[in-house]
């Protein structure tokens, strides 16, 4: 199980520090990443999830801060890391994929240069051997006309074809992990099957782990092997897939499955969640879900109910499943 | 599921409009946004119409409600001819039609009370409401707002608030037929579920007729009758809403079903797939014959030379295909 472990996350911290007040976006989340699995992050807007992951390298602008808790990669912990030695990991060992494909591009470079580039940099090849390998990544991305697509710069590109260099750039230092950040969000659904198929055959054939960052629940069910689900900043739940979609356990992750139409049902009617995600200056006391939960009792106004572990590795946040454990 | 009995509300005909594409004075070609579209909405239902970016779906609610000038095609309303209204008539039908739009950041303007946003268009109409404050009251509690939110500007509001403040201003004028251009496309899920059952209950108290527009095919099916897919500017296929997703006719409908995620692990690994190939062309540079048929994987010979027109399959089920049509 300890090999098998790729990133450990332990109580991560990330506050920003506005003048409104302070922004606690992910307030002490800890979570393991398996070596080759697919593991999803899901969450509304504000959820802090695409922090989350971008804490994972550091990448946090100010007046943003992590200001607490531990990650290990392989080992080694990424926080107390000078940055030199991180500059080497971000983008060889842990590669991002972004949600739009045309701000991750510099417009000035053609897509061969940029991918060749990321070779560079990290020393695994040299410039020659580096456009080599340009032709065949662009291939492994299914991109059409790979030589010709190799020297069009971003522009000549379409939306699909702009987030497969984008792939293109984070497989070609053959990554242990990738982050992808909402991939197909500015996609259309035709475009956005064929770039979630990629990336499963991807993980495959380069033999690595990804991490999906999504909001869209149908995304999840599609790819993940296991998911978690965050809520005002803090982990929900966490299960394999199909415990979470047969047997929700978390009253929020209930509630959010209930509140998307499936186009394969007959449905008469959604439940909607009443109320909206909480102001994350002020956060609610106690558990965060508690005034939009149809099952909060006296003590999820008080306490903030810890992650506890129950079956089947399942994890839960939530004081009607950590009563009967303890 | 069909509602209405024949009533049409809104009669569509051939309708086109081409933006031109301007190389300095010079025009060079045409997006052809809305290219030869034809249906009708019957009152008190929803026609969803539902595509992918740049397949016309939203010029066509703009066109439909005259906010576009058509370069052909006609559009009858309740019996009027849309296009050839001006003046008090023109008045008349921005009262009976109204649009709520997708993204309520734009939409609402940041310098006016909702109050103010509120009484705008009752005042521009001159409508008979007695205290108006009284009467804004109480849309606000219609839509789940209340009277304390009256003197704040719609930056204190949450995207979901301000859809609802949209919704209110659009039904402030009583109107009969309602345009809603992806109106949850911009809210999480938890809120858009709020949204759209409050949109349903409307419609069942006021018989309101709503053409919903979006590329969410879980939204369009959840809200719908009919639906309507269109692909680069056509109507490709149109149908009962539980018809359409159980029979898709189309092979551009049964693929975007086939490659739609569906939030349930066990049906959406199992299911069979049709992922298509490529990325819609541009609306510039049309293929010949069916616009599909480059990334069709039934194209036939015919689908190459010839167009094939949106037919009767059967009963209420319209399909645009050499292989169902059959030629």
């Known amino acids: 199980m300890a090999d098998n472990t790729l990133l450990n996350v332990e109580e991560l911290k990330v506050y920003f520090y506005t003048y409104a007040g302070v922004v606690k976006a992910v307030d002490g989340v800890s979570f393991d990443v398996r070596r080759g699995e697919v593991f999803s992050i899901v969450g509304e807007t504000g959820s802090g999830k695409s922090v989350t992951s971008r804490a994972l390298t550091r990448l946090i602008p100010s007046p943003g801060r992590i200001v607490g808790g531990r990650i290990l990669f392989e080992g080694k912990n990424l926080l107390e890391m000078p940055e030199e030695e991180l500059r080497k990991i971000r983008g060889k060992d842990i590669a991002y994929i972004f949600q739009d494909p045309s701000s991750s591009l510099d417009p000035l470079f053609t897509s061969g240069y940029q991918i060749a580039e990321t070779m560079t940099v990290h020393a695994t090849a040299d410039w020659k051997n580096a456009w080599k390998r340009v032709i065949e990544i662009l291939k492994d991305v299914a991109m059409p006309d790979p030589h010709k697509r190799a020297k069009s710069y971003p522009h000549e590109l379409s939306g699909g074809m702009k987030q497969r260099v984008v792939i293109g750039i984070s497989v070609s230092n053959k990554p242990k992990l990738i982050i992808a950040d909402e991939p197909t969000t500015a996609l259309d659904v035709s475009v956005q099957a064929q770039i979630l198929k990629l990336l499963l055959d991807l993980r495959k054939k380069y033999d690595t782990t990804v991490m999906l960052i999504t909001h869209n629940l149908g995304v999840v069910a599609e790819v993940s092997d296991r998911v978690l689900v965050m809520y005002a900043g803090r982990v929900a739940e966490i299960a394999d897939v199909y415990s979470l979609f047969g047997e929700p356990l978390h009253p929020y992750t209930i509630g959010l499955l209930k509140a998307v139409p499936n186009p394969l049902k007959r449905i008469e009617r959604i439940e909607p969640i009443p109320g909206s995600v909480p102001d994350m200056i002020n956060v609610p006391s106690g558990c965060r879900f508690h005034p939009r939960c149809p099952k909060a009792m006296d003590i999820c106004k008080r306490e903030q109910p810890p992650l506890v572990q129950i079956r089947g590795g399942r994890s839960v946040a939530c004081w009607l499943y950590a009563e009967k454990n303890s | ?327």
Not at chain 2, 57 to 74: A, E, F, I
Not at chain 2, 123 to 140: C, F, P, Q
Not at chain 2, 153 to 167: K, L, M, T, V
Not at chain 2, 263 to 282: A, F, M, V, W
Request: net charge positive; aromatic share 8%; proline share 6%.
């Open chain 2, 1 to 327: 599921m069909s509602k209405g009995n024949g009533d049409i509300l809104l009669r569509v005909e051939e309708l086109k409009k081409w933006f031109p594409v301007k190389k300095l004075v010079f025009t060079v070609g045409h997006v052809r946004a809305v290219d030869g579209v034809t249906f009708n909405i019957r009152r008190g239902e929803t026609l969803g119409i539902v595509g992918e970016s740049g397949c016309g779906k939203t010029t066509l609610g703009r066109l439909v409600l005259k906010l576009l000038k058509p370069d052909s095609g006609k559009i009858m309303f309740d019996g009027i001819d849309v296009n050839t209204l001006n003046g008090k008539r023109l008045l008349e039908f921005r009262r009976r039609a109204q649009i709520v739009f997708q993204d309520p950041y734009s939409s609402l303007n940041p310098r006016m009370t909702v109050l103010e946003i509120l009484k705008e268009p009752i005042e521009t109409h001159k409508m008979n409401v007695g205290s108006i404050e009284d009467y804004v009251v109480d849309l606000l509690e219609r839509v789940g707002l209340r009277r304390d939110h009256l003197y704040r500007y719609p930056h204190e509001f949450s995207g979901g608030q301000r859809q609802r403040i949209a919704i209110a201003r659009a039904l402030s004028l009583k109107p009969e037929f309602m345009v809603l251009d992806e109106p949850t496309s911009a809210l999480d899920v938890s809120v858009q579920a709020q949204i759209l059952n409050m949109l349903k209950k409307f419609q069942e108290e006021e018989r309101l007729t709503y053409m919903f527009i979006t590329h969410d095919l879980g939204v369009v099916k959840y809200m719908s009758h009919r639906i309507a897919v269109m692909y680069l500017g056509k109507i490709v296929e149109l149908g009962p809403a539980d018809e359409l997703f159980e029979e898709p006719l189309h092979p551009y409908t049964k693929a975007l079903l086939s490659s739609i995620p569906i939030p349930d692990p066990i049906i959406t690994r199992k299911r069979e797939r049709i992922i298509l190939r490529g990325e819609p062309p541009s609306p510039i540079n049309l293929p010949k014959g069916c616009r599909f048929h480059p990334r069709c994987p039934y194209a036939m010979e015919v689908c190459k030379k010839e167009e094939p027109a949106l037919e009767r399959i059967s009963g209420e089920h319209f399909a645009a295909c050499w292989l169902v049509s059959g030629k």
